[in-house]
T-cell receptor, first 116, second 109 residues
Framework: DSGVTQTPKHLITATGQRVTLRCSPRSGDLSVYWYQQSLDQGLQFLIQYYNGEERAKGNILERFSAQQFPDLHSELNLSSLELGDSALYFC???????????????FGEGSRLTVL | AQRVTQPEKLLSVFKGAPVELKCNYSYSGSPELFWYVQYSRQRLQLLLRHISRESIKGFTADLNKGETSFHLKKPFAQEEDSAMYYCALSSYSSYKLIFGSGTRLLVRP
């Protein structure tokens, strides 16, 4: 499958802990986007990287950080976890660095994080 | 600030009935609007974009700048249209794609 892959699919952890979510973009895509979807909430934009550089930042908490590596995969690090961080975290990728170029983001299946 | 509002969390219609999923946006510049769809057990995917003025799976959406709306319409709903629908907004100068909270469409037989 050459689509966007995310690992892990499910993760259960405790408050105060730290986790890392991983995303591999589609082959050839240089942009990676991270979104958070909490219960009854829409997709909240967190951050975007293009070819290793941060391009845009949304409502990302200071406890969260991300990076994109030379091989273009990306990691989202969530630390000092709180109950409210329980959510589905989506990664998406696109060829270009501006979403409006095609508007088409290709999404992964998401990583479901449960904080107990 | 950019914002997308989808006022309905759930829209239930019978097969063959017309469907209109509402989307309103807030943006001071020239927006680019999109509709994404997520079918059961599938990934979120692009359905259509306003700039293409296309009809996909019988769905159309017209950008109304005066009313700041981009409602998704289909004259005759099918059961396979049941899914989550998200309206999204971007702009020429923006790197972000901002999504609404989504509307679940349920088409009953």
């Amino acid at each position: 499958d050459s689509g966007v892959t995310q690992t892990p699919k499910h993760l259960i952890t405790a408050t105060g802990q730290r986790v890392t979510l991983r995303c591999s973009p589609r082959s050839g895509d240089l942009s990676v986007y991270w979104y958070q979807q909490s219960l009854d909430q829409g997709l909240q934009f967190l951050i975007q990287y293009y070819n290793g550089e941060e391009r845009a930042k949304g409502n990302i908490l200071e406890r969260f950080s991300a990076q994109q590596f030379p091989d273009l995969h990306s990691e989202l690090n969530l630390s000092s976890l709180e109950l409210g961080d329980s959510a589905l975290y989506f990664c998406a990728s696109s060829v270009g660095d501006k979403a409006q170029n095609t508007g088409e983001l290709f999404f992964g299946e998401g990583s479901r994080l449960t904080v107990l | 600030a950019q914002r997308v509002t989808q006022p309905e969390k759930l829209l239930s219609v019978f097969k063959g009935a017309p469907v209109e999923l509402k989307c309103n946006y807030s943006y001071s510049g020239s927006p680019e609007l999109f509709w994404y769809v997520q079918y059961s057990r599938q990934r979120l995917q692009l359905l259509l974009r306003h700039i293409s003025r296309e009809s996909i799976k019988g769905f159309t959406a017209d950008l109304n700048k005066g009313e700041t709306s981009f409602h998704l319409k289909k004259p005759f709903a099918q059961e396979e249209d049941s899914a989550m629908y998200y309206c999204a907004l971007s702009s020429y100068s923006s790197y972000k794609l901002i999504f609404g909270s989504g509307t679940r469409l349920l088409v009953r037989p």
